[in-house]
C-alpha cells in the first residue's frame, strides 16, 4: 500500500497571498470571500480530483473527504433556517421543499464515468442548503434537469465538512464514477464565520484529505488572505432565540411566516413549534403560523424582538 501521501503546507508564501495546491493527486482552493477576522464570510471551494498515476485517467473514487476550513472558522448550522426535507422531499419537489433563507450556496460536480462522450463528461448542478448538523446537496443532471440525487455532508466539527461518498454507478471495468470537478460556492454569509485572530504572515490555511477506493490517502492545503493589521470590528448583534409557539391540537403542517416570506415548514409537528429567530440582526420581527389541520387552516401571528 502505498504511503500516506502528506503534501508540503505552503510555508514559503509570500504574506497575504492567496495560494491553492496542486499535487499529482488534487488540486485544492478554498478562499474565505472577507479578510476580517471574526466576521461573516462568503466562500468558495474548488477541487479537482486526479489519478497521479497518468493525468489521462480516471482518479480512483473517493470514499471519504474531509474538508477543513482555517482552524477558528466556523460552520454554523444554527446561523440559518434548517431545511429539514427528506431525501425523497428534495428529490420529488426540488429547492422548494425548503425554506428560501435555507440555502446557503450552490455549485457543479463533475463525474467521470468512462462511459465515453453519450456519458462524459457528467455535469450536476448542486443545491446546498443547511441541514443543521450537514449539508444537504441536491444534484439535477445538467443536460437532462433530472434530479439525480441527494446527498449529506456532514459539520463534523466547527471547521471541518465530511462525507462517506457512496459508490456512483459508471462503466467498465469496476462499474463506478468517479468525481474529478467539485467547484461549490457559500453565499449565505452568515452560516460561515472567518477565524478569530489573524496569523502574523496574514494567511489562513485550508486542508484537504481524502480516502480512495485503491487504498491510498492523499493530502492538499490551500491559503487564503487575512487582515493582519486590522482589530476584528465588534460583531454586528445577531440573535440567539429561539421561541416556542403553541399550536391547536392536531396540526398536520405548519408554514412559518417571518415577516410575510416563508421561513420554514414543519411536517407532523406536536403541540409546540420552535421557530429559531437566530442569526437575525437587531430589529422587530413579526412571526405568522399558517397551521393547517382537518378542520382548516389557522393562522397565528406573534411579534419579536431581537438583540433586546
Excluded at 461518498?165 to 468525481?179: I, K, L, N
Amino acid at each position: 500500500m502505498r504511503a500516506l501521501a502528506v503534501l508540503a503546507v505552503l510555508a514559503a508564501l509570500p504574506a497575504g497571498v492567496a495560494a491553492a495546491d496542486s499535487t499529482p493527486a488534487a488540486d485544492f482552493d478554498l478562499t474565505l470571500a472577507s479578510h476580517r477576522a471574526g466576521a461573516p464570510t462568503a466562500g468558495a471551494i474548488k477541487i479537482v480530483f486526479k489519478n497521479p498515476d497518468d493525468p489521462n485517467a480516471a482518479p480512483s473514487p473517493q470514499r471519504r473527504v474531509v474538508i477543513q476550513l482555517p482552524g477558528g472558522s466556523r460552520i454554523d448550522g444554527t446561523a440559518v433556517p434548517v431545511c429539514t426535507a427528506s431525501d425523497a422531499e428534495l428529490q420529488a419537489e426540488g429547492a422548494s421543499a425548503c425554506p428560501a433563507g435555507s440555502r446557503v450556496g450552490r455549485g457543479t460536480v463533475e463525474l467521470r464515468t468512462d462511459g465515453g462522450p453519450a456519458f462524459d463528461p457528467f455535469i450536476d448542478d448542486v443545491d446546498i442548503f443547511n441541514g443543521g448538523k450537514e449539508l444537504l446537496e441536491l444534484f439535477t443532471h445538467q443536460r437532462t434537469g433530472a434530479r439525480t440525487a441527494a446527498g449529506h455532508r456532514q459539520i463534523s466539527a466547527p471547521d471541518t465538512l465530511s462525507e462517506n461518498a457512496p459508490p456512483q454507478p459508471g462503466a467498465p471495468p469496476d462499474f463506478e464514477s468517479s468525481v474529478r470537478v467539485l467547484d461549490f460556492k457559500f453565499t449565505n454569509a452568515p452560516f460561515i464565520t472567518t477565524p478569530p485572530a489573524c496569523p502574523a504572515d496574514g494567511l489562513w490555511r485550508s486542508r484537504l484529505t481524502f480516502d480512495t477506493a485503491d487504498g491510498h490517502t492523499y493530502t492538499a492545503a490551500s491559503a487564503t488572505p487575512c487582515d493582519v493589521t486590522a482589530a476584528a470590528a465588534k460583531p454586528e448583534c445577531r440573535s440567539r432565540r429561539t421561541v416556542a409557539i403553541t399550536l391547536p391540537r392536531a396540526a398536520r403542517t405548519v408554514t412559518v411566516l417571518l415577516d410575510g416570506r416563508t421561513h420554514a415548514t414543519l411536517r407532523r409537528p406536536g403541540r409546540r413549534a420552535p421557530v429559531s429567530l437566530r442569526g437575525l440582526p437587531r430589529g422587530t420581527y413579526t412571526v405568522t403560523l399558517v397551521v393547517r389541520r382537518a378542520g382548516g387552516r389557522v393562522r397565528i401571528t406573534r411579534r419579536y424582538r431581537t438583540c433586546a
